[in-house]
């Protein structure tokens, strides 16, 4: 219903840089491991796809890696607000091809995200997430110059 409302991805992000942090640090805080072990299974596809990979299903499995968090999280209106703007992402963000090495970035990125979660350490979850997130803004920003 929001991309029809003319919401735009830098408004997309904005929230999402609330939301997606928050939901690493409750993971990291209080997470199930079978809700960590979603995550780890998206590392292991993440990693698998490295060297023959589309951008489509890079993108995808960055997407999942997202939501796993936020439904590893154990808050369900986290879960909610996560799959709604993951849904918005598939139709704006597909748009824009990152390189090979970005995409290799953000796996590291995620793997330091994840090492953080299992050690429980939950300002370091969230101030990671958050980190990769900036840096998700300031290249989308590079790539539509």
Known sequence: MLRYAGTTIEQLMDVRLLVDPLAARLVAERGSPDGV?????????????????????????????????????????????????HNISLDGGLKIRFKRSERDRSIDEHEAV????????????????????????????????
Do not use: C
């Not at 990979?53 to 939501?67: Q, V």
């Not at 429980?120 to 539509?144: T, V, W």
């Open 37 to 85: 072990e979603l995550i780890r299974q998206s590392l292991i596809r993440q990693h698998a796809l490295k060297p023959t990979s589309s951008h489509e299903e890079w993108f995808k499995e960055n997407l999942y890696f997202h939501w796993a968090i936020a439904s590893a999280s154990g808050n369900p209106v986290v879960r909610v607000l996560s799959e709604s703007l």
């Open 114 to 145: 994840f090492d953080a979660i299992v050690e429980g350490n939950g300002d370091k979850a969230a101030d990671m997430l958050r980190r990769h997130l900036e840096r998700s803004i300031y290249m989308r920003a590079h790539y539509l110059r």
